[in-house]
């Protein structure tokens, strides 16, 4: 729109309580006015979804050190189509993993592609011939027993999903001992409130949907100089 954009808070801080109250500005934009009025929603509407997920990836992470977890949270493909770029973005300027940015990104086997190939070895199989030795492969498993086999064909990142977190750290444990290199992700459901219980040494990862699928938003406002002749106005007189 030809407008020009000053930030006066970096990518990335954290507006505290009393910076919302006070209603600080966060950035100052200026061009024609009619400009300004033509951009103003849908610029607010990027900046407000993305700060909504950048807060979330924070407040994960932060549950994740205050726990002295080694490993990384991370968003899924559960994004907003059409805006996806912008809140895998997002994750990472709230501290959070993407999981992948795409689908080139790496091979992600899901119940689908097994029960299309017929099993966990066969769809390994085809997904390395398709992919090449660079690309990792990530199976989802919903058992010790397909983790096994995922591990066994090859596949480079295993998602254990729908576990409790007892269950799965056990799991992960006896899959570590036996298959160190492979990573292991924690899946399904996990929420800010239940992720504690999934930290664990022989946990990699753990993603959770909800930080791009059922954000919070938060509310920005975009306010023109106040005319002198406007600034009494609504005020009640005592």
């Not at 505290?16 to 951009?39: I, N, W």
């Not at 002295?68 to 493909?77: D, E, L, Y």
């Not at 929420?191 to 949907?209: K, R, Y």
């Not at 909800?210 to 009494?232: C, E, I, R, W």
């Amino acid at each position: 729109m030809g407008l020009e954009v000053e930030w006066l808070r970096p990518e990335g801080h954290l507006i505290s309580k009393e910076e919302a109250a006070a209603k600080e500005p966060v950035a100052r934009v200026t061009g024609p006015t009619r400009r300004l009025l033509m951009a103003e929603r849908t610029a607010l509407n990027i900046l407000s979804r993305a700060s909504g997920v950048a807060t979330a990836a924070h407040v994960a992470m932060d549950v994740a050190r205050a726990n002295g977890w080694h490993g990384r949270v991370a968003g899924t493909r559960k994004t907003t189509p059409g805006f996806g770029i912008v809140e895998k973005y997002a994750l990472l300027v709230g501290g959070c993993d993407t999981h992948r940015m795409d689908l080139s990104n790496m091979v992600m086997l899901k119940d689908n592609h097994i029960w299309s190939t017929g099993s966990i070895t066969e769809s390994v199989k085809r997904a390395r011939f398709a992919c090449g030795f660079s690309t990792k492969i990530e199976v989802e498993c919903t058992s010790q027993q397909d983790a096994e086999e995922a591990a066994e064909a090859g596949a480079d990142v295993l998602m254990l999903d729908n576990y409790s977190g007892e269950q799965l750290r056990e799991v992960a444990k006896g899959l570590k001992r036996k298959w160190p290199h492979v990573l292991i992700e924690a899946s399904g459901g996990i929420t800010l409130q239940t992720m504690p219980s999934f930290f664990s040494p022989h946990v990699d990862i753990i993603s959770q949907g909800a930080l791009t699928n059922g954000y919070d938003t938060l509310d920005f406002s975009l306010k023109v100089p106040k005319p002198a002749q406007f600034a009494q106005r609504g005020r009640v007189k005592k």
